[in-house]
């Protein structure tokens, strides 16, 4: 990157129902009937998304290293597939040696499309 930005410092805010996400929480829906909507022990929403209504958290550091792994793998392993690599974008993460496991899903073909399996 040729910028001088500070994206990796950057507070970032996203819906938990669609996929909106968002750096500035100014352009988000003051949160209503905000007792009915949070359970004790559950933090607090910093808002209501502007596209679907549902409550927008801030994203730790933490899970947004895992959106960043997801994404990867999705890259790397889902996309050129012929849809038969997903991953969730819940997917388990576990840290190895050099890099990092994700969870994903392979299809498994019924056994009379035996043509698919190679041995
Ligand atoms: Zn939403």
Known sequence: MA???TDCAQQLYACGNCAFETPD???L??????YQRVSPGESLP????????????????ESRA???????ARARYAMPSDDDIEVDDDARIS???GGTWV?????????ADSSAIRT
């Open 103 to 111: 969870q994903a899903w392979v299809w498994v073909p019924d056994a």
């Open 46 to 61: 910093a808002g209501e998304c502007p596209e679907c209504g549902c409550l927008v958290h801030a994203l730790s550091t």
């Open 3 to 5: 910028s001088a930005n």
């Open 95 to 97: 840290e190895g040696e």
């Open 29 to 34: 829906v003051p949160a209503k009937d905000l």
């Open 25 to 27: 929480p100014d352009i």
């Open 66 to 72: 895992s959106a960043e792994l997801i994404e990867r």
